[in-house]
Antibody
Framework: EVQLVESGGGLVQAGGSLRLSCEAS????????MQWVRQTPGKGLVWVSR????????SYADSVKGRFTISRDNAKNTLYLQMNSLRAEDTAVYYC??????????WGQGTLVTVSS | QSALTQPASVSGSPGQSITISCTGT?????????VSWYQHHPGKAPKLMIY???KRPSEISNRFSGSMSGNTASLTISGLQAEDEADYYC??????????FGGGTKLTVL
């Protein structure tokens, strides 16, 4: 089955760190660019980060630049998001998504990150 | 960078057509033909409905269509059905390997 499964969310104190994982299956993970998108409680989707197929190129939203790091392990079919210096406003459901034709054609179910202040 | 502008809510009766607009700038929507639309039922994974402004994934009903004029993209849903009730988001490439979403529109099927 073609799917993405996120994990690693949880409750963390402000200033703390968390690493999210996204395990891919059912498709050739190493061929695709990947993205992270988040949704804060009661609000809309917000783009977070993007990585190319071999991990050599990354980009970030201004709100997370310098604090979050996207990476991937193609041997493990896994995408990561290392989140440091977490703030209350980072509280959200984090989705990983597969990119195709400048859009996100496959999404995971999301993992909830709660940052307590 | 502010989110793309979408109406907060739209509504329509079964069988009717509705259109959701998504307004950006020449730095995003108007600068690239790279707008996509997503359907999101709360608690579920978002679903791609339209990509590259007008293209539809093979599994998506032809009741969904996309268009663009200037800095505004639009999603039209014809023959509204109860299961279309959801949140809809537009997204555009914004240059420098970044993307920007709209604020989302809640569609109510009356």
């Amino acid at each position: 089955e073609v799917q993405l499964v996120e994990s690693g969310g949880g409750l963390v104190q402000a200033g703390g760190s968390l690493r999210l994982s996204c395990e891919a299956s059912g498709f050739t993970f190493s061929s695709y660019w990947m993205q992270w998108v988040r949704q804060t409680p009661g609000k809309g989707l917000v783009w977070v980060s993007r990585i190319n197929s071999d991990g050599s190129s990354t980009s970030y939203a201004d709100s997370v630049k310098g604090r979050f790091t996207i990476s991937r392990d193609n041997a493990k079919n896994t995408l990561y998001l290392q989140m440091n210096s977490l703030r209350a406003e980072d509280t959200a459901v984090y989705y990983c998504a597969r990119e195709s034709f400048w859009s996100m054609d496959l999404w995971g179910q999301g993992t909830l990150v709660t940052v307590s202040s | 960078q502010s989110a793309l502008t979408q109406p907060a809510s739209v509504s329509g009766s079964p069988g009717q057509s509705i259109t959701i607009s998504c307004t950006g700038t020449t730095s995003d929507v108007g600068g690239y033909n790279l707008v996509s639309w997503y359907q999101h039922h709360p608690g579920k994974a978002p679903k791609l409905m339209i990509y590259e402004v007008t293209k539809r994934p093979s599994e998506i009903s032809n009741r969904f269509s996309g268009s663009m004029s200037g800095n505004t993209a639009s999603l039209t849903i014809s023959g509204l059905q109860a299961e279309d009730e959801a949140d809809y988001y537009c997204c555009s490439y914004a240059g420098s390997n970044t993307f920007i979403f709209g604020g989302g529109t809640k569609l109510t099927v009356l």
